[in-house]
């Protein structure tokens, strides 16, 4: 599995369209992609990065490199990349594998 995980530090006042961004992608998502095996994305609870002002965080996880080269090239996802920076001061992504990869 590729695993994509990215945390996001909203703007002040930010943090709902954040959310609202975050539903639109999984919405945008939800009539599937081969090789998206979950997709899942919430409020951070915990004090260390909410210390910092990272407020949400979102997991992808794929089958392999060429699923993640879909999801990146999708719709949905490029909505998305395309208002972030207006609702973000911050944001970091970290990609791994895990297991064997498909």
Known sequence: MLEHYVVFR????KER?????LAA????LAGGLAGLAELSWGENTNRSGLDRGFTHGCLAR????EAFGRYW???AHERFLGVLDGICEDRFALDWTSGATA
Not at 62 to 65: C, D, E, V
Request: no cysteine; charged share 25%.
């Open 17 to 21: 369209e954040l959310a609202e961004a």
């Open 73 to 75: 090239d999708h719709p």
């Open 25 to 28: 992608l999984e919405s945008g």
């Open 10 to 13: 909203p703007r002040p006042g």
């Open 62 to 65: 794929f089958t392999g490199p």
